[in-house]
């Protein structure tokens, strides 16, 4: 070993050590990059380098059973560009520039930006970007953005529901189909630079986002406008604090129209009470009062107690049932079966209910569904309260049989109606009629469903006469309309509040079907607590009911072929109602209508009167609209005069009568 080995001995080994350490040192800091943090820190790379963008797919229309779009969206289209890699800059320019009526050199320049992502338009209508959705080029990147929107407003508030702002669905079908109308979002990778920004790049990978399903309803915009016209009308006159209604086709459980009072405008639902959202036809549930008297009187005709013409004395309008005083709402004295249910005397239904028996009342009342659900597709129904037989006090049997000690909701009503209507059968109400995929398939279609049987056909159609003589003579008189026979029932019940039966406030009734022996729908109209004069069920629901015949038999020509031969030839006259007022806000759909109306042929602003004699009233209707007149009916059914007569020359706009019968 030489002296000058030995003389830098130590500081080679200093050397050699620093190495031997920052080798060791280097050889750690690898293992913990690669291998302990090596998952944590490729992620933050992948991070930093790309970015994962949704792309947000459409929400699905609601429609109703003719398609008329009840919920659907506005679309609005944004585009940009990475300049660099645009494949067809003449097709961008010129496409855009046609579109929105922009200069050629307004989209050359953001062509030319040295920005390698570029802003094109931002927020177009969908009529606009519905074309330009058409360019296929690597460069050019579209986005769509769906708002919902509501038509009508507040048509339907309660059933259709509403979404957030994330399109979700909070209340109603909105909530309740929510998975098929949100669709699937889908996806696209943007690489990122070190300025952190985002462009395209082919190589990275997406997935195209998958539209909603279309929702179609068994309800009909028709029915529906008319319905909440002459709800909202008559809750105004009577005082009412609220109202409920639906009308319902008997033979399948299709709900062709439902409104509840107060309402809500769905454009708009944050300046509106949260009690509004609610639809208290499913979910709320009342003391129904004398439209149960029909459990009474079905099992009295099902178990054969009781003839049709046999005679109760209803005791001058007061009986004593087991300590408790029974009173009419007039001075009855001998009355027979049908007279008690025409009259709706609770001293003869009563004494009905004693030869019927509880046991007997009870099975008839779950038959008809009254204490459980009917299944219908909707949160929050509620199934009512009909207690066993064992729950039952000394003096039930007489309260039950006159609709106390029992909750029902609208819907039951209507259900159980319905299974008088159609002949014995209780069908299973229903909302949605259709789901439609984006792609025209359809992968949901109902179909009616029985629940069960209530009573044999000859016991319903026994019911069904007495239910017309209640339209015709009893308390029902109110829904009576001329030339066509109405099955119904009146119900007025006092409201159970802080622990006692209220002598003020009241829950008025109408229940009825029409026509009597051919029905087409049911309808329950329901008012919470209207002024006196009004709490009746016949004077203040029964009006109504006949209001929404008057109007839809004038609006729907199909009805006709269900009238009686018998009843056509002394059908009363009556004026068309409005077809819409301006609370109802039912602004695209005139209810006298048929089709689109083209421009009339004019000469020198005069028209000529068109022939429609022989036509239907919505026939009629759009030929005279056609032609550039006003309308003005009398009458329903077919035309049989017209003033001014046809072919005459009269100033545009001016008023034609027809008359139908």
């Known amino acids: 070993m030489t002296k000058a080995f030995t003389k830098f001995r130590p500081r080679i080994?200093?050397?050699s050590s620093l190495v031997i350490l920052s080798w060791t040192g280097l050889t750690m800091r690898f293992f913990y990059i690669q291998v302990i943090r090596g998952a944590d820190l490729r992620e933050q790379s992948h991070n930093q380098g790309q970015n994962r963008a949704i792309l947000s797919a459409v929400r699905g229309k609601i429609r109703d059973r003719n398609h008329i779009p009840l919920a659907e969206n506005i679309i609005h289209y944004s585009f940009?560009?990475?300049p660099e890699e645009v494949e067809n800059r003449e097709e961008i320019i010129t496409s855009f520039s046609e579109a929105t009526g922009r200069s050629r050199d307004y989209y050359e320049g953001k062509l030319n930006s040295s920005s390698p992502y570029?802003?094109?338009?931002?927020?177009?209508r969908s009529e606009v970007g519905r074309e330009l959705m058409k360019i296929r080029d690597r460069g050019l990147i579209t986005n769509r953005h769906g708002y919902r929107?509501?038509?009508?407003?507040?048509?339907?508030?309660?059933?259709?529901?509403?979404?957030?702002?994330d399109n979700l669905g909070l209340e109603g079908i909105e909530k309740e189909f929510d998975g098929y109308l949100k669709g699937r979002d889908g996806w696209i990778v943007l690489q990122r630079d070190g300025k952190g920004r985002d462009w395209r790049n082919h190589a990275y990978p997406r997935r195209d986002p998958m539209d909603g399903s279309d929702i179609v309803l068994t309800l009909d915009l028709h029915y529906q406008a008319i319905l909440q016209d002459e709800l909202g009308r008559r809750v105004e006159q009577t005082g009412a604090a609220g109202g409920m209604g639906l009308l319902v086709d008997p033979h399948t459980g299709r709900i062709l129209a439902l409104a509840c009072l107060p309402d809500f405008d769905l454009n708009e639902p944050a300046a509106y009470s949260r009690e509004t959202y609610r639809n208290k036809v499913v979910t709320?549930?009342?003391e129904p009062g004398s439209t149960f008297k029909i459990v009474t009187a079905a099992a009295a005709l099902t178990y054969n107690t009781v003839g049709i013409h046999q005679e109760f004395n209803c005791e001058d309008g007061s009986y004593i049932y087991r300590g408790q005083v029974i009173k009419d709402w007039n001075d009855f004295g001998l009355l027979t079966f049908s007279q008690i249910i025409a009259n709706s005397s609770n001293v003869g239904t009563v004494k009905i209910a004693e030869t019927v028996g509880r046991d007997r009342i009870y099975t008839t009342g779950r038959k008809f569904g009254f204490g459980s659900v009917t299944g219908i597709q909707f949160p929050?129904?509620?199934?009512?309260?009909l207690k066993e037989t064992d729950q039952w006090s000394g003096i039930s049997l007489a309260e039950i049989s006159l609709g106390y000690e029992v909750s029902v909701t609208t819907l039951q009503l209507a259900a159980a109606y319905s299974a008088i209507a159609n002949g014995g059968f209780l069908m299973k109400p229903f909302l949605v009629d259709r789901i439609i995929h984006p792609t025209g398939k359809v992968t949901y279609a109902s179909s009616p469903q029985l629940i069960r049987k209530v009573a044999s056909r000859p016991v319903m159609e026994r019911l069904t006469s007495m239910l017309c003589q209640v339209v015709e003579t009893g308390t029902g008189t109110s829904a009576r309309l001329k030339g066509w026979n109405i099955a119904g029932k009146t119900g007025t019940a006092k409201k159970y509040l802080n622990g006692s039966y209220s002598d003020s406030k009241f829950i008025a009734s109408f229940v009825g079907f029409f026509p009597a022996h051919d029905p087409i729908l049911t309808g329950v109209i329901i008012l919470d607590e209207p002024k006196p004069g009004y709490h009746w069920g016949g004077t203040g629901a029964a009006p109504v009911f006949r209001e929404l015949v008057k109007r839809i038999i004038n609006s729907d020509d199909s009805i006709l072929a269900?009238?009686?031969?018998?009843?056509?030839g002394g059908h009363e006259f009556f004026a068309a109602s409005d077809p819409i007022s301006n609370k109802a806000a039912i602004n695209p759909v005139a209810l006298l209508t048929v089709g689109t109306i083209s421009e009339p042929e004019v000469e020198n602003g005069m028209a000529y009167v068109p022939d429609v004699r022989g036509k239907s009233l919505r026939r009629a209707v759009a030929d005279l609209k056609n032609a550039g007149l006003t309308p003005k009916v009398q009458g329903s059914g077919t035309v049989v005069w017209q003033s001014p007569a046809p072919g005459k020359m009269v100033k545009l706009h001016s008023a034609c009568t027809v008359?139908?019968?």
């Open 380 to 385: 929050g129904e509620t199934k009512g309260v």
């Open 659 to 661: 008359g139908l019968n």
């Open 562 to 568: 269900h009238r009686p031969t018998e009843e056509r």
């Open 284 to 286: 709320d549930q009342f």
């Open 80 to 82: 940009a560009v990475h």
């Open 13 to 15: 080994l200093i050397l």
């Open 149 to 165: 929107f509501y038509p009508h407003q507040r048509i339907a508030s309660q059933v259709l529901g509403f979404t957030n702002v």
């Open 118 to 124: 570029v802003y094109l338009e931002r927020n177009l």
